[in-house]
């Protein structure tokens, strides 16, 4: 991987140019990710090995690196080294309630998901609290990688009344799919966000750096009839998801003018 990922970029870098040569260096990488040399999650080289391979320091190799993070063309993972950040970018409209196996195939996209856990269980006082339930109601759990193109893009804790999803294991790819099945599906839902930094773990299951940006978002869904199905927490990458909200502007009052 480290060997393809320098030949795809290792261009001749040319001390005599003005322009130097970490810019260079960014260009050379820019070049290759765009022509689809480099890919997402294609490893760098160690710095040490790339300004071996290149002939030229390592502190000219950080500061490329560091120049191209900044960007959002490589990303560096915790103990695993720096690689080809994703190249998409998804916008995420707040204003309509679908699943993200939807919401990816729509884009064209192929989503799955790896099972972190799942259980079933006496709520606790905050899931009784966000699904609006009497103390000793059971609850199912579900807590899951979702990913695009097999590219991690957030991680995702569903809880839901026993009464709408009685296994955990009834939710395959889609848990809107699932409470499909069950004669349950949601018509509405409320939503709230808000940014944060990614802890080790988190950070680790979405190859970013720990202390990387995401959006954390909280969704409460209902059904026709006003009962809370589903209480859903996630944490988004917030260098591979955009939300976007349509809003209406509103008229201004009519000024009455007085003529007396």
């Known amino acids: 991987m480290n060997d393809h990922a320098t030949a795809a970029f290792a261009?001749?870098?040319?001390?005599?140019?003005?322009?130097?040569?970490?810019?260079?260096?960014?260009?050379?990488?820019?070049?290759?990710?765009?022509?689809?040399s480099l890919k997402a999650d294609d490893a760098l080289p160690g710095e040490r090995d790339?300004?071996?391979?290149?002939?030229i320091s390592r502190v000219t190799v950080r500061k490329a690196i560091t120049g191209l993070?900044?960007?959002?063309?490589?990303?560096?993972?915790?103990?695993?080294?720096?690689f080809i950040a994703?190249?998409?970018?998804?916008?995420?409209?707040?204003?309509?309630?679908?699943s993200f196996t939807d919401d990816m195939s729509a884009r064209g996209l192929q989503s799955s998901a790896v099972l972190l856990s799942r259980s079933t269980g006496q709520a606790s006082p905050d899931e009784l609290m966000a699904l609006g339930l009497s103390p000793g109601e059971t609850v199912s759990r579900v807590n899951r990688l979702?990913?695009?193109?097999?590219?991690?893009?957030?991680?995702?804790?569903?809880v839901l009344p026993s009464r709408f999803l009685p296994d955990p294991a009834l939710v395959k790819q889609s848990l809107y799919s699932a409470l499909h099945e069950q004669g349950c599906m949601p018509t509405r839902a409320l939503q709230r966000l808000h940014a944060v930094l990614l802890n080790e773990e988190q950070a680790s299951l979405l190859h970013v750096q720990p202390q990387s940006p995401a959006l954390y978002i909280e969704r409460r869904s209902f059904t026709a009839t006003g009962e809370v199905v589903e209480f859903t927490s996630s944490y988004y990458r917030g260098d591979a998801y955009d939300f976007v909200?349509?809003?209406t502007i509103s008229q201004p009052e009519r000024i009455h003018h007085d003529d007396a």
Not at 50 to 55: C, H, P, S
Not at 88 to 94: I, V
């Open 11 to 36: 261009l001749p870098l040319d001390e005599a140019n003005p322009t130097p040569l970490y810019l260079q260096l960014q260009q050379s990488i820019e070049d290759a990710v765009r022509k689809g």
């Open 245 to 247: 909200a349509e809003l």
């Open 69 to 82: 993070v900044k960007k959002g063309v490589l990303v560096q993972r915790w103990g695993s080294g720096t």
């Open 86 to 98: 994703p190249q998409m970018r998804l916008e995420q409209p707040l204003s309509r309630l679908s």
């Open 50 to 55: 790339l300004a071996k391979q290149l002939g």
């Open 146 to 158: 979702r990913m695009a193109n097999d590219i991690p893009m957030a991680i995702e804790h569903a």
